[in-house]
């Protein structure tokens, strides 16, 4: 079993700065591409950003320039640390990732519970 946890969110100003971070656990052999989605209420799930094995970043035009995406190998984690926040930021961020769990195994894909990020103005 695998499971992502995600932390980080919280309730923040319009300008302001949060970090979040998001670690999987349990049958690991390897973590391929690993991201980012949001959910606002009412809205379908959006692509926030993403980070492949080799450290390549996708971000979403709304938040290119504002968001960084990075991710620690050695801590099976990833960050997106989100500047210049806006209201319409706010939402519930679920972390995603592709891991196989041994060698040969198919790469499955996983999601945290998510994280509620609210930005006041």
């Known amino acids: 079993q695998v499971q992502l946890v995600e932390s980080g969110g919280g309730l923040v100003q319009a300008g302001g700065s949060l970090r979040l971070s998001c670690t999987a656990s349990?049958?690991?052999?390897?973590?391929?591409?690993m991201g980012w989605y949001r959910q606002a209420p009412g809205k379908q799930r959006e692509l926030v950003a993403t980070?492949?094995?080799?450290?390549?970043?996708n971000y979403a035009d709304s938040v290119k320039g504002r968001f960084t995406m990075s991710r620690d190998d050695n801590k099976n984690t990833v960050y997106v640390q989100m500047d210049s926040l806006k209201p319409e930021d706010t939402a519930v961020y679920y972390c995603n990732a592709r891991i196989t769990s041994c060698l040969g195994c198919y790469e499955l894909r996983y999601w945290g519970q998510g994280t509620q990020v609210t930005v006041s103005s």
């Open positions: 349990g049958k690991i052999f390897s973590i391929n591409t």
């Open positions: 980070i492949t094995r080799g450290g390549n970043t």
